[in-house]
């Protein structure tokens, strides 16, 4: 048996999460030449080395889940190609389902055409969220780049502890008194679905995205910045504008979107922290739809400035997700805790900010490209946000079929109608 490595608390969350998506984790970068194999072959090689857990393989014994680290071959990581269809190589790549069971938890594709290539890296989100893949695909660009450029070694990847627990180290002892004991259960019981059709054993996953321009991203923040709202703000009362349209809920309903957020917020240097995952999730909600969608904003930024002014911030919950995966075994805590948590039916990840300089391999930025979340299974669903370059690309993952595909499209319509609404110009 190989060397077994400590089951995180997010870890078990996520694998818990296996009824709710396929909990994969996907980017998509875009360059202007052809990436050099060998180099990137050495650099996945040192980080896998680094980060055991990308080579491991999840055991869910039913008492006390582990993972075992696993031999493998780059060859089994990464894949290379030169498609005559890009789009469709790309997609089937991206919607790839990687088992926790797997001996490898991370999948790494390089598609070469017309001189360029597109690197694409799913991940499996028990390994790390989406902070510490962006983390991680900095760190990997940079290794690449002094690589090729000047021989040195490409081994500058975070090492560390994986557990949860870091949120509390900077916190003074009273506080951490304070934060270990909010077993407050936060979970959304809002019963307001996205309008998908039923669930079908012939549904298939598919990445649907909205691109838009820089000039875009600059009305919305301009807007905002005059409205008293944060671009997120602007995002999320489009979304719930959207929603009221689209799923003809009553105006008068109040609607719940569950929001991502990263807790190392309240971790003042990650730097010895190993890649793993650090992300909870807050309850936006608004009372009603409103008179107009500057109503619906008004509403979304009260309900965001509630938990802006919270020092604990994202931290509800977790002693209660400890006690739950400690006092019994693992097959009977899974039970207890999918009784008190409830799955939110809607949520928003705003990614951030893609970095083009930090992204760049070899001095070559990436002209386009974006990341996204898991893929959801009816009849839950994820906007994800990303921007590169201040272009912002909206994308939602999903099992599902072509009206399925046509009713995420209305809704991205549905949300540049809302933005032009806030901003008084349309979506470019």
């Known amino acids: 048996m190989g060397r077994k490595l400590n089951a995180e608390l997010w870890d078990k969350m996520h694998y818990l999460f296996r009824d709710f998506n396929d909990r994969m984790v996907h980017v998509e970068l875009h360059y202007d030449f052809e990436i050099d194999i060998e180099a990137l072959k050495t650099v996945l090689i040192c980080f896998f080395e680094k980060a055991p857990v990308l080579h491991s393989s999840f055991h869910d014994n039913h008492i006390s889940p582990y993972w075992e680290v696993k031999p493998y071959t780059i060859e089994d990581v ?6 005559e269809d890009l789009e469709t190589a790309v997609n089937d790549f991206l919607t790839q389902y990687i088992p926790p069971d797997s001996d490898l938890q991370m999948k790494v594709a390089v598609f070469y055409k017309d001189g360029g290539s597109t690197l694409c890296i799913v991940e499996n989100h028990m390994c790390m969220d989406g902070g510490d893949f962006k983390y991680f695909m900095k760190a990997l660009c940079q290794n690449y780049s002094a690589y090729v450029g000047q021989g040195i070694s490409p081994i500058a990847l975070r090492e560390g502890s994986r557990s949860y627990e ?3 180290a900077d916190f003074s002892k009273t506080e951490q008194r304070m934060a270990r004991n909010l077993y407050k259960n936060v979970c959304a019981k809002d019963e307001h679905k996205f309008p998908l059709t039923p669930d079908s054993i012939r549904d298939r996953a598919f990445i649907a995205k909205r691109k838009w321009s820089a000039d875009t991203f600059s009305r919305i923040h301009a807007a905002g910045k005059k409205l008293g709202a944060t671009v997120n703000d602007m995002l ?25 957020i990263d807790l190392r917020r309240h971790i003042k240097d990650v730097s010895d922290e190993g890649l793993t995952n650090h992300t909870a999730f807050m309850q936006c909600n608004i009372p009603e739809r409103g008179r107009d969608i500057f109503e619906t904003l008004r509403y979304a930024v009260q309900s965001s400035q509630k938990f802006k002014h919270d020092k604990f911030m994202g931290l509800y919950g977790l002693p209660l997700l400890k006690l739950g995966y400690s006092i019994l075994p693992h097959a009977a805590s899974e039970e207890i805790i999918k009784i008190g948590y409830s799955n939110p039916l809607l949520a928003m990840s705003n990614i951030g900010i893609l970095e083009a300089d930090k992204l760049a391999l070899d001095g070559h930025e990436p002209a386009d490209g974006f990341m996204t979340g898991a893929v959801k299974y009816k009849p839950y669903v994820l906007l994800s946000v990303t921007s590169l370059r201040k272009e912002l ?8 079929n072509e009206e399925d595909r046509a009713t995420v499209e209305r809704f991205f ?3 540049e109608d809302s933005i032009a609404l806030l901003t008084g110009e349309p979506v470019q």
């Open 236 to 260: 999320l009362a489009a979304y719930f504008y959207s929603l009221y349209e689209l799923a003809h809920y009553d105006p008068a309903d109040s609607v719940t979107i569950s929001c991502a």
């Open 166 to 168: 870091a949120v509390y």
């Open 393 to 400: 690309t909206l994308s939602m993952c999903v099992r599902g």
């Open 78 to 83: 990464l894949t290379v190609a030169y498609p």
């Open 413 to 415: 319509d549905l949300m």
